[in-house]
DNA sequence: GTATCCTGTAAAGAGACGCATTACAAATCA
DNA sequence: TGATTTGTAATGCGTCTCTTTACAGGATAC
Protein backbone atom coordinates (compact mmCIF):
# COMPACT_ATOMS: atom_id res chain seq x y z
CA UNK A 1 0.00 0.00 0.00
CA UNK A 2 3.17 2.45 -0.17
CA UNK A 3 1.64 4.48 2.55
CA UNK A 4 4.26 5.79 5.01
CA UNK A 5 5.36 9.71 4.67
CA UNK A 6 9.23 9.51 3.19
CA UNK A 7 11.12 11.86 4.85
CA UNK A 8 12.55 14.88 4.18
CA UNK A 9 16.09 14.34 2.42
CA UNK A 10 17.13 17.24 5.57
CA UNK A 11 16.34 14.55 7.88
CA UNK A 12 18.66 12.22 7.07
CA UNK A 13 21.49 14.53 6.26
CA UNK A 14 21.01 16.23 10.10
CA UNK A 15 20.67 13.11 11.68
CA UNK A 16 22.19 10.43 9.92
CA UNK A 17 25.19 12.07 7.20
CA UNK A 18 26.57 14.48 9.10
CA UNK A 19 26.82 12.54 12.42
CA UNK A 20 28.67 10.08 10.26
CA UNK A 21 30.68 13.03 8.63
CA UNK A 22 32.18 14.40 11.57
CA UNK A 23 31.42 17.53 10.08
CA UNK A 24 29.65 21.04 11.16
CA UNK A 25 27.43 22.47 9.54
CA UNK A 26 29.33 25.42 8.49
CA UNK A 27 32.26 23.25 7.78
CA UNK A 28 29.73 20.52 5.42
CA UNK A 29 28.02 24.01 3.94
CA UNK A 30 31.43 25.24 2.67
CA UNK A 31 32.73 21.68 1.47
CA UNK A 32 29.47 21.74 -0.38
CA UNK A 33 29.96 25.49 -2.16
CA UNK A 34 26.87 26.95 -0.46
CA UNK A 35 26.50 29.00 2.52
CA UNK A 36 25.55 27.85 5.80
CA UNK A 37 22.37 29.40 5.99
CA UNK A 38 21.21 27.57 3.45
CA UNK A 39 22.73 24.35 4.58
CA UNK A 40 20.93 24.56 7.76
CA UNK A 41 17.42 25.28 6.01
CA UNK A 42 17.81 22.16 4.17
CA UNK A 43 18.99 20.30 7.12
CA UNK A 44 15.34 21.80 8.81
CA UNK A 45 13.33 20.93 5.94
CA UNK A 46 12.74 24.34 5.27
CA UNK A 47 13.81 24.07 1.36
CA UNK A 48 14.79 21.15 -1.23
CA UNK A 49 17.12 19.04 -2.75
CA UNK A 50 17.25 20.98 -6.37
CA UNK A 51 19.18 18.72 -9.07
CA UNK A 52 22.14 20.87 -8.08
CA UNK A 53 22.12 20.42 -4.90
CA UNK A 54 21.87 16.66 -5.52
CA UNK A 55 24.61 16.69 -7.74
CA UNK A 56 26.79 18.33 -5.18
CA UNK A 57 25.64 15.89 -2.68
CA UNK A 58 26.53 12.37 -4.62
CA UNK A 59 29.85 13.69 -5.57
CA UNK A 60 30.62 14.87 -1.36
CA UNK A 61 29.36 11.68 -0.40
CA UNK A 62 30.83 8.94 -2.92
CA UNK A 63 27.00 8.10 -4.19
CA UNK A 64 25.72 7.66 -7.60
CA UNK A 65 23.39 11.00 -8.38
CA UNK A 66 19.69 11.21 -8.06
CA UNK A 67 19.62 9.62 -4.73
CA UNK A 68 18.69 12.84 -3.24
CA UNK A 69 16.46 14.35 -5.43
CA UNK A 70 14.52 11.22 -5.88
CA UNK A 71 13.75 11.22 -1.91
CA UNK A 72 12.93 14.75 -2.70
CA UNK A 73 10.65 13.99 -5.34
CA UNK A 74 8.98 11.32 -2.84
CA UNK A 75 8.40 13.94 -0.15
CA UNK A 76 7.03 16.77 -2.13
CA UNK A 77 4.83 13.87 -3.96
CA UNK A 78 3.67 12.45 -0.28
CA UNK A 79 3.28 15.89 0.43
CA UNK A 80 0.99 16.89 -2.48
CA UNK A 81 -1.11 13.68 -1.87
CA UNK A 82 -2.20 14.94 1.70
CA UNK A 83 -3.42 18.29 0.18
CA UNK A 84 -6.95 17.77 0.28
CA UNK A 85 -8.12 18.07 -3.86
CA UNK A 86 -10.82 17.20 -5.81
CA UNK A 87 -10.58 13.63 -7.74
CA UNK A 88 -10.23 13.89 -11.72
CA UNK A 89 -12.19 10.86 -13.34
CA UNK A 90 -10.28 8.49 -15.61
CA UNK A 91 -9.69 8.17 -18.91
CA UNK A 92 -10.28 5.82 -21.38
CA UNK A 93 -8.54 4.68 -24.42
CA UNK A 94 -9.79 6.10 -28.02
CA UNK A 95 -11.76 3.26 -29.61
CA UNK B 1 26.94 3.47 -17.59
CA UNK B 2 22.75 5.31 -17.58
CA UNK B 3 24.51 7.55 -20.39
CA UNK B 4 21.16 8.28 -21.99
CA UNK B 5 19.27 11.51 -22.03
CA UNK B 6 16.02 11.00 -20.51
CA UNK B 7 13.14 12.13 -22.41
CA UNK B 8 11.20 14.91 -20.84
CA UNK B 9 7.79 13.96 -19.55
CA UNK B 10 5.94 16.27 -22.25
CA UNK B 11 7.43 14.64 -25.10
CA UNK B 12 5.92 11.26 -23.86
CA UNK B 13 2.60 12.88 -22.94
CA UNK B 14 2.55 14.54 -26.75
CA UNK B 15 3.59 11.41 -28.68
CA UNK B 16 2.05 8.38 -26.62
CA UNK B 17 -0.47 9.54 -23.88
CA UNK B 18 -2.57 12.15 -25.92
CA UNK B 19 -2.61 10.31 -29.25
CA UNK B 20 -3.89 7.13 -27.32
CA UNK B 21 -6.14 9.16 -26.04
CA UNK B 22 -7.26 10.67 -28.98
CA UNK B 23 -8.15 13.91 -27.21
CA UNK B 24 -6.94 17.52 -28.40
CA UNK B 25 -4.68 19.44 -26.19
CA UNK B 26 -7.42 21.36 -25.13
CA UNK B 27 -9.82 19.31 -24.01
CA UNK B 28 -6.94 17.09 -22.16
CA UNK B 29 -6.07 20.47 -20.25
CA UNK B 30 -9.94 21.08 -19.04
CA UNK B 31 -10.06 17.22 -17.99
CA UNK B 32 -7.01 17.60 -16.11
CA UNK B 33 -8.11 21.06 -14.50
CA UNK B 34 -5.62 23.39 -15.80
CA UNK B 35 -5.26 25.66 -19.24
CA UNK B 36 -4.29 25.22 -22.93
CA UNK B 37 -1.50 26.87 -22.96
CA UNK B 38 -0.14 25.36 -19.62
CA UNK B 39 -0.96 21.94 -20.68
CA UNK B 40 0.92 23.34 -23.88
CA UNK B 41 4.04 23.87 -22.43
CA UNK B 42 4.43 20.99 -20.64
CA UNK B 43 3.58 19.01 -23.83
CA UNK B 44 6.17 21.41 -25.69
CA UNK B 45 9.17 21.00 -22.97
CA UNK B 46 8.79 24.49 -21.89
CA UNK B 47 7.44 23.61 -18.22
CA UNK B 48 7.94 21.34 -15.90
CA UNK B 49 6.00 18.51 -14.12
CA UNK B 50 5.19 19.00 -10.28
CA UNK B 51 3.88 17.06 -8.00
CA UNK B 52 0.72 18.70 -8.36
CA UNK B 53 0.88 18.02 -12.06
CA UNK B 54 1.57 14.34 -11.02
CA UNK B 55 -1.30 13.22 -9.05
CA UNK B 56 -3.33 14.79 -11.53
CA UNK B 57 -2.13 13.13 -14.66
CA UNK B 58 -1.97 9.68 -12.29
CA UNK B 59 -5.65 9.70 -11.83
CA UNK B 60 -6.31 10.73 -15.23
CA UNK B 61 -4.47 8.50 -16.82
CA UNK B 62 -5.22 5.12 -14.14
CA UNK B 63 -1.50 4.73 -12.87
CA UNK B 64 0.17 5.08 -9.79
CA UNK B 65 1.49 8.21 -8.70
CA UNK B 66 4.95 9.32 -9.33
CA UNK B 67 5.75 8.21 -12.90
CA UNK B 68 5.78 11.54 -14.23
CA UNK B 69 7.36 13.57 -11.34
CA UNK B 70 9.99 10.82 -11.42
CA UNK B 71 10.80 11.09 -14.90
CA UNK B 72 11.39 15.09 -14.31
CA UNK B 73 13.81 14.59 -11.99
CA UNK B 74 15.38 12.33 -13.92
CA UNK B 75 15.41 14.76 -16.67
CA UNK B 76 16.52 17.44 -14.40
CA UNK B 77 19.25 15.62 -12.99
CA UNK B 78 20.58 14.57 -16.57
CA UNK B 79 20.10 18.39 -17.34
CA UNK B 80 21.91 19.54 -14.68
CA UNK B 81 25.20 17.17 -15.16
CA UNK B 82 25.35 18.56 -18.72
CA UNK B 83 26.19 21.85 -17.02
CA UNK B 84 29.87 22.40 -16.95
CA UNK B 85 30.75 22.20 -12.85
CA UNK B 86 33.39 22.40 -10.79
CA UNK B 87 34.08 19.41 -9.00
CA UNK B 88 33.40 18.44 -4.89
CA UNK B 89 36.08 16.42 -3.25
CA UNK B 90 34.70 13.30 -1.90
CA UNK B 91 34.47 13.37 2.18
CA UNK B 92 36.04 10.35 3.93
CA UNK B 93 33.88 9.24 7.20
CA UNK B 94 35.16 10.23 10.70
CA UNK B 95 37.47 8.50 12.43
C1' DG C 1 -12.47 29.61 -50.32
C1' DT C 2 -14.37 31.09 -46.38
C1' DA C 3 -15.41 29.98 -41.74
C1' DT C 4 -14.31 27.05 -37.75
C1' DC C 5 -11.37 24.60 -34.89
C1' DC C 6 -7.01 23.54 -32.98
C1' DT C 7 -2.53 24.74 -31.96
C1' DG C 8 1.82 27.11 -30.35
C1' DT C 9 3.32 30.97 -28.28
C1' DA C 10 3.85 35.52 -26.32
C1' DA C 11 2.93 39.11 -22.69
C1' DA C 12 1.81 40.26 -18.15
C1' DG C 13 1.12 39.19 -13.58
C1' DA C 14 0.58 36.47 -9.09
C1' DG C 15 2.69 33.38 -5.97
C1' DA C 16 6.19 30.24 -4.60
C1' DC C 17 10.87 28.81 -4.12
C1' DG C 18 16.14 28.53 -4.29
C1' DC C 19 20.03 30.77 -2.84
C1' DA C 20 23.05 34.62 -1.28
C1' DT C 21 24.22 38.20 2.09
C1' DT C 22 24.01 40.02 6.45
C1' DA C 23 22.78 39.97 11.06
C1' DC C 24 21.49 38.50 15.61
C1' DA C 25 20.36 35.59 19.60
C1' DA C 26 20.61 31.17 21.75
C1' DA C 27 23.24 27.14 22.65
C1' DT C 28 27.49 24.52 23.10
C1' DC C 29 31.92 24.01 24.67
C1' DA C 30 36.83 25.09 25.86
C1' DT D 1 34.10 33.80 30.45
C1' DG D 2 35.00 33.79 25.73
C1' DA D 3 34.90 31.45 21.28
C1' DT D 4 32.48 28.43 18.27
C1' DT D 5 28.41 26.65 16.38
C1' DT D 6 23.79 26.91 15.30
C1' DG D 7 18.96 28.31 13.86
C1' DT D 8 16.61 31.77 11.92
C1' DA D 9 15.01 36.22 10.22
C1' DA D 10 15.20 40.08 6.69
C1' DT D 11 16.16 41.50 2.20
C1' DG D 12 16.87 40.79 -2.42
C1' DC D 13 17.59 38.56 -6.91
C1' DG D 14 16.47 35.23 -10.24
C1' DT D 15 13.66 31.56 -11.81
C1' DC D 16 9.66 28.76 -12.21
C1' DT D 17 4.70 27.36 -12.21
C1' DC D 18 0.31 28.69 -13.58
C1' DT D 19 -3.41 31.96 -15.04
C1' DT D 20 -5.60 35.19 -18.19
C1' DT D 21 -5.76 37.21 -22.48
C1' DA D 22 -4.47 37.60 -27.10
C1' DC D 23 -2.91 36.64 -31.64
C1' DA D 24 -1.35 34.23 -35.77
C1' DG D 25 -0.70 29.95 -38.50
C1' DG D 26 -2.38 25.34 -39.80
C1' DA D 27 -5.89 22.01 -40.44
C1' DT D 28 -10.64 20.71 -41.37
C1' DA D 29 -15.20 21.21 -43.04
C1' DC D 30 -18.75 23.23 -45.56
Do not use: C
Amino acid sequence: MRMHNPPHPGEILKEDVLPELGLTVGAFAAHLGITRPHLSNLLNQHAGITAEMDIRLSEALGQPPGLWIRMQAAYDLWQAEQQPRQHIAPLHVAA
